[in-house]
């Protein structure tokens, strides 16, 4: 996944903590190295994860049964930073 983000350079990374897979919590840790890292969403279903995945660098957190809604406002958000990162 990593090599992919790296040739991709992504703008976000949606990513399903729960999903079996190398350890995600050295994911976040090798994001911080990429010359164009993306701002990271974690989608899981434990909600006492969410310090430890925030403290390795993800953005937001969201727990899997929030509502739908629940992602638009980050979205606009980053949306908003990336625009006056631009400036």
Same mark, same amino acid.
Do not use: M
């Given at each position: 996944?990593?090599?992919?983000?790296?040739?991709?350079?992504?703008?976000?990374?949606?990513?399903?903590?729960?999903?079996? $897979?190398?350890?995600? *919590?050295?994911?976040? =840790?090798?994001?911080?190295? +990429?010359?164009?890292?993306?701002?990271? /969403?974690? #989608?899981?279903?434990?909600?006492?994860?969410?310090?430890?995945?925030?403290?390795?660098? $993800?953005?937001?957190? *969201?727990?899997?049964? =929030?509502?739908?809604?629940? +992602?638009?406002?980050?979205?606009?958000? /980053?949306? #908003?930073?990336?625009?006056?990162?631009?400036?």
């Amino acid at each position: 996944l990593l090599g992919q983000l790296e040739s991709s350079e992504p703008d976000i990374l949606l990513l399903d903590w729960d999903l079996p $897979a190398k350890p995600k *919590i050295d994911l976040l =840790a090798n994001l911080q190295e +990429l010359k164009s890292r993306p701002t990271s /969403i974690i #989608l899981g279903t434990n909600s006492q994860e969410k310090e430890a995945i925030l403290a390795a660098g $993800a953005y937001h957190f *969201i727990v899997k049964n =929030a509502p739908p809604d629940a +992602l638009i406002p980050l979205l606009c958000d /980053i949306r #908003l930073h990336a625009s006056q990162q631009q400036r």
